[in-house]
């Protein structure tokens, strides 16, 4: 039987308007970092909030929140 999926979504609030590019340079951080560890998910990113879904392995998803979290 195939482990379950562990989902998790949030939302942020960004510190400064970011432009286009360090929104895009943040997509693409995540994106490497996350597959690293095989968490999959989505980054929605509008003014002033982010919102993310990770989903993966519970203890994959967990570190890479914690992670985010301290940013």
Known sequence: MPEPIHRLMYVSRQTDNLPSAAVYDILRKARANNAAVGVTGV????????????????AAVDRVYRKVSQD
Request: proline share 6%; net charge negative.
């Open 43 to 58: 980054l929605c990113a509008g003014t002033p909030h982010f919102m993310q879904c990770l989903e993966g392995d519970q």
